[in-house]
């Protein structure tokens, strides 16, 4: 009897097990849209794409020796395989984003695309690994999105083959449990604040700027800096304090000062930024974010005031043998201390 019971036990955890590996996520169809391409679209999905959420960091060629690891020329949404340095649970690829039929989203519905974004289930329902940024991304109104999709459907097709993404255990299951349905998602208030709390999520200023465990944001403590992130082998980079604290946020920081701080990297974004180590070298999407329109920056500034302040010191660069000496950062020391 006992025997039996052992036994029932043991069939139903593996077919449980089996069910959370193969079966799961429980994901609804893609949603039946049809983006029209209308010229405002295409406009507002370039500037999402290119300079709010910086789709390009992950989904194009870029490269590693320059500071902010800019796009190579002609590799926009190409997809790449992220680098082993960065301590990934196994091979990570980001898509290849541009409409190549056979190795792009060419042949994907819009619908397909929007679930994935918001969703992260992947075209074929498996779940997306969340290194792309979906739960961020689960808050990009309709109008953004479709923007998205508009716009994506415009870059220079680039036949590129990648490897097949494949996750290790554990995360391969925790993985499934992650991806959530989202439905109609409508435009934030205009006031400045909404605006901004809407742009710190898509843009990824939360996820990068607070510290998380578990997959979550540590309560109280958004925005305070500290997610510790791995470049390469033995390059970390540290995310800065942005809650208002006087002393280790940005509490003193003006408005201009603010807005300096993204347009200084204007010059880089134009053109080609220096070489740097990777010790040195920054996630920050600098040269991205420092397209970002005054009007919208100036909302994040008003939202970020509101925000919880927390005292929490961050050393940037801690792997940097001198910390001062960082090629991307030569015009910062007209900043108030930190
Ligand atoms: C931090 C890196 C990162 C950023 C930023 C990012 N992605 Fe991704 N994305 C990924 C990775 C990695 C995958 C593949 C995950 C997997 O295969 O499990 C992916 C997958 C996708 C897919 C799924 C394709 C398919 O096969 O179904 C789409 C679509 C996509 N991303 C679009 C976007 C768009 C649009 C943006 C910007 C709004 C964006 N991504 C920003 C990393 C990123
Ligand atoms: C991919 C992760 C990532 C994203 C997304 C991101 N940041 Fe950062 N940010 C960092 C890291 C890491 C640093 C510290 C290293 C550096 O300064 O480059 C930093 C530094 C900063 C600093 C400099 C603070 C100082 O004291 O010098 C500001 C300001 C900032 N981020 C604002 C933002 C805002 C606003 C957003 C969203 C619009 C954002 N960041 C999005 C990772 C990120």
Known sequence: MLRKILLAAVCLFGAGAAYVAFLLPSHRAAPDVRVERTEARLARGKYLYEHVANCGDCHS????SRFGFPVIPGEAGKGRVMPAGMGL???????????????????LTDGQIIRAVREGIGHDGRPLFPLMPYAEYSSLSDDDVQALVAYLRTLPAIRHQLPSTKVSFPMNVIMRFLPKPVDSVPSPPSDPVSRGKYLTRISGCRFCHSPFEKGRPVEGRDFSGGHEFQLAANARVVSANLTPDQ???????TEQEFLDQFAQFREYAAGTPPKVDYPYNTNMPWLGLSGVSDSDLKAIFAYLKTVNPVRNAVVT??????????????????LPPR
């Open 317 to 334: 660069h801690p792997d940097a043998p001198e910390e001062r000496n960082i090629p991307g950062y030569r015009k910062r020391t007209a």
């Open 61 to 64: 060629g870029i490269d590693e």
């Open 247 to 253: 002393e280790t946020g940005i509490g003193r920081w």
């Open 89 to 107: 649970p196994g091979t990570v690829v980001a898509a290849n984003l541009t409409p190549d039929p056979e190795t792009g989203i060419g042949s």
